[in-house]
């Protein structure tokens, strides 16, 4: 992802001398316990204060880096800022294989980042252009796609760089702005960098195009051109990619993508659908309170598909505003969490209180749709104590919108 201004470059010019880069490589994993020591004996060895501080800040990234990177992270540069906006290398392996099935050589990547979309892109044989405006990400991307002969990282604005020479383009538009550490999130897409028009307009001149957005996106907002995917990982939304040209498939307006398991391979299920989705409207069912309550995952909610996974699990929807399904049977799918109901009780504080003091409840988790009152603000009125554990879902049912509260197990994976 394209980064706001992620620091001057002397944040990790230090490493970028034989020496500094020795030294990062000598030094052994992020150990918390021992940073303090670490930190002293390397000082007592002559190295310069602002290197030290320079290795142990990377060394300390690179184990947070682990997550999205794999063992890859161990050998790679990071910036605060550009490891918590970068994509996770299996969701950028992904968004590669579209340029490889479309047979898409030459790719440009827009708002490079730190290079997490440029190296799955490589990795797969793409010739690409890494672009990236602010000039220490840059710097570290270039260090990142090292390994791979067939990248090139150009120091620009996306806006203005020569696309002539290209197949297609990746976006990563930057949605934050501000300097590193106080960056301000962007929910205006004109206010991207690069801005959304830029990217339709690339659209509209016929250079397929992706390009990844917040999971937030209005579906108002998605071109009539577009495919719209959603993706989850470990059960956080993480985005929404939209496809134009020969990277969109035929027949998938939208989709939702759920990932699981992390790692270098990890598992995946799609559920898609050919049509937009509109906002208010309903073709669904609902109906009451069953054995089961099954809680979508995000993806699926933010696509808009969450009565095509109703009708995919022979389940119904307790009130047709508000995503939680229910179903007499457990039918086991990737696109949900499914809990046993124990009881279902009035929205009623007073009761509420009194059942928990009953059950003995000290680890009260809570989870709600539907209802104003906040999981925290009910439960400093419930105040749980005791060595009892339970889940409250707090909604409201049907056409009268009686709202209640539904004591629920969750069932094994």
Known sequence: MATPDAGPPSAIAPLL??????????VGPWDENQVLTLSESLRREGHPPELVAAVLSQTRLRARAVGKFGEF???????????????????????????????????????????????????????????ERDETTAAVATVNLMPWPNVRVVQADATAVDLSAVDGVWLDPARRTGAAGGAR???????????????????????????????????????????????SVDGGVAEVALWFEVLRRPGVRRSAVVVSGGGAHPGSAELTSPDPYRPGSFDGETGPVSRYLIEPDGAVIRAGLVTDLARLIGAHQVNEQIA?????????????RAWTVREVLPFHLKTLRAWVREHQVG?????KRGIAQTPEQVRRELAPKGPGRATLFLTRLGATEKRVAIVADPVPH
């Open 185 to 231: 999130r962007l929910f205006d897409p004109e206010s991207f960098s690069p801005p959304f028009s830029f990217v339709t307009s690339l659209a509209a001149s016929g250079l397929p195009v992706g390009v990844k957005l917040g999971p937030g996106l209005a579906h108002e907002a998605i071109p009539e051109d577009a495919e719209a995917q959603w993706i």
């Open 17 to 26: 001398t034989p020496a500094g880069w020795d030294l990062l490589h000598r």
């Open 73 to 131: 992270a161990r050998t790679m540069l990071f910036t605060p800022d550009g490891l918590e906006q970068a994509t996770r290398l299996s969701v950028a392996a992904r968004h590669a294989q579209r340029f490889v099935t479309a047979d898409l050589r030459r790719v440009a990547d827009l708002g490079c980042g730190i290079g997490a979309d440029a190296m799955a892109l490589a990795a797969l044989d793409r010739e690409v252009t890494a672009v």
């Open 363 to 367: 680890t009260l988790e809570i989870k």
């Open 324 to 336: 939680y399904l229910s179903a007499d049977t457990h039918e086991p799918t990737p696109f949900a």
